[in-house]
């Protein structure tokens, strides 16, 4: 994860004015649905290689937020404010290990399954991105584009290997 304040500082540092002049956002509502009564999601399991690399994601109902833990712990910034999330997108991709190292190639061009996670509920769908400088969008299962609820965005790409489980 990162701040605002080091975004700003990679932009000014790389940032070439004429490849900046089309941004097309993500697709924003404040309007989203508020109580999801019994079907609520109440949290999000992440395994990328458990248990070091599992995490969870907690929807807190008074906040409409999502705290995240790790081990069990909940997971702090550097000024210790617990991590949330307003929304959470899942992106199924394919994850390749290239070397001895463990890295790893992951194709973010193309399409796959999402989940998105907002308010408590789930939307499935298909994640799109058609070439390397344009944005990744997502659509629900009838393809219409998932409104974003406005906040903090936390994307996980996930392989095949690794477990979602709400």
Sequence with gaps: YTSSNLWNKAYEAYA???NNNEFLSWKFTEKIEDDCGETCVDSVNISYSPPTYASE?????????FERYEGGRIHKDREENAIVADTIIVQKMDVT???NVG?????????GQVLV?????VIEGEWRKDDRVSRT????VEG?????????I???????RHRVEF
């Design 57 to 65: 994601w907690q929807y807190v109902s008074s906040t409409k937020q």
């Design 117 to 121: 996670f907002r308010n408590g509920r």
């Design 103 to 111: 890295r790893l190639r992951i194709d973010t061009i193309g399409s």
């Design 137 to 140: 969008r997502f659509y629900d």
């Design 154 to 160: 936390w994307v996980s790409i996930v392989g095949d």
């Design 16 to 18: 070439k004015p004429e």
């Design 144 to 152: 219409v584009e998932i409104s974003l609820k406005p906040g903090k």
């Design 97 to 99: 290990v290239i070397d």
